[in-house]
């Protein structure tokens, strides 16, 4: 039988439908699409797709386990590599790692490795959850600081080993930005909170409501009898431009926005958290971040949704997928248009006080793009003369976030670079002995997986370390 050429695509709901609620858009595979799929693979020998994993999932092997009909089998191998794995189904930038160098995709398009994935997870967490066998301890004692992808990852790989994990998390609940960054219409917080359950059930304790840095320093988790930290603290330090009006009511954060609705529920009516709810919408930034806050926006009753970008489409560094959705749902995108200013009117009985005013317009300038960057993107310049006023109610800064300098600033030793990310050896261990960190914490943000794989290197480097000391 031939293969097909094309990926088989993911059911979803209907645009007009799911712009307004926050269940999930992607559906899901069923088994016979799952089984078709799965087809498609070619079992290549070098297997280039696992090279294009950062945490080298056996792909070739799971899917292969999935064509037999093997499908716990399957989950099998994936867990060997992958302690998130129906996160990662959902959430990783498949087109830009394994699927890259998938074989298939050299003359068709390739395999659907992420959806399988998903499919493979969902089906296994469908079933009536196996307690998982404890490793039995070993006398160590590990402190992971941040429950985001790298922090699960470095404690659930040190468990397996018998290791005696805490993780230590600052807000209310387990899962970093999985739980406060990523919406519920892309990825479940059931989902998210059973993969924190699983890790419980291997014994990783873990404490929320501790700051680390303010209630809690690194150099006490070492009187406590923690023998190594690693600081998987994430990047959640927003970014803004420091234009004119950025301190005006209606103005926000990605971080704040998605925050506010992901976490504290501010879509719900008798939420206790206020939110924008209704009026002109104006996301700036053009990544994931920026398609997430656009996409909720609308979700929580926005009338228009725009997305502000300085570049082009063609630069556009969010996934092609979630531009898809975005669109497909109403998002309007304004390219090659930067802003300069945020207009409001301010308090009547106050006119000089900006911080009370609140947002009724942006004014932007049109850019074209001249010659590339140090990065090899085309430079926007701006065009004179060509300024503009948006009229918003609402303005979201999604243009990057940087790591919280609480720890920097509270740990004696610790080096980190210019943009306050921690300076990390090739294990991941920092300028302090004992101390590890890996994910959004070092490189400022970037992706779940790649935080999982510095999660997974830190776990390695930490025992051996451990290990190394014992004898």
Known sequence: MPLEPKKHEMPVQPAQVRARNFSEVALGYTHDIALAEAKRC??????????????????????AKLKEGDEEGSYRIISLSSSLPAVCGRVCPQEKQCESRCTMGVKFEPVGIGRLERYVADTHNAKPEALPD??????????????????????????????????????????????????EFRLPKSIVAREVDSLRQLGVNIM??????????????????????????GAGLPNFMNIPGESLKGVYSANEFLTRSNL????????????????????VGGGNVAMDAA???????AEKVYIVYRRSMDELP??????????????????LNNPVEILGYNNPENPRDEKNGFVTGMRCIRMKLGEPDAKGRRRPVA???????????????????????????TTDGLEVNEHGGI???????????????????????????????????????IDGYLTGLKR
């Not at 996409?295 to 009753?301: I, K, V």
């Open 318 to 335: 969010a996934r092609k997928e979630e531009v898809e959705h975005a669109e497909e749902e109403g998002v309007e995108f304004r390219l």
């Open 134 to 183: 404890v490793p039995a301890r070993n006398n160590h004692k590990v402190a992971v600081v941040g429950s985001g992808p790298s922090g699960l990852t470095c404690a659930g790989d040190l468990a397996k080993k018998g290791y005696e994990v805490t993780v230590f998390e600052a807000l209310h609940t387990a899962g970093g930005v999985l739980v406060y960054g990523i919406p």
């Open 264 to 283: 504290m529920k501010a879509w719900k009516n008798d939420s206790d958290t206020p939110l924008m709810k209704g009026g002109k919408v104006a996301v």
């Open 295 to 301: 996409r909720t926006a609308l979700r929580l009753g």
């Open 423 to 461: 300076i990390v050896s090739e294990d991941g261990l920092t300028s302090r002995a004992g101390v590890y960190a890996g994910g959004d914490a070092v490189t400022g943000a970037a992706t779940v997986i790649s935080a999982m794989g510095a999660g997974k290197l830190a776990a390695k480097s």
């Open 208 to 233: 929320t409501n501790v700051i680390i840095g303010k209630t809690l320093t690194v150099d006490e988790l070492f009187e406590q009898g923690y023998e190594a930290v690693f600081i998987g603290s």
């Open 383 to 409: 065009i004179d003369g060509s300024e503009f006023v948006i009229e918003v109610d609402t303005v979201i800064m999604a243009i990057g976030t940087s790591p919280n300098p609480l720890i920097k600033n």
């Open 42 to 63: 070619l079992n290549c020998k070098n297997a280039p797709c696992v090279q294009g994993c950062p945490v080298n999932v056996d792909i070739p092997s799971f899917i």
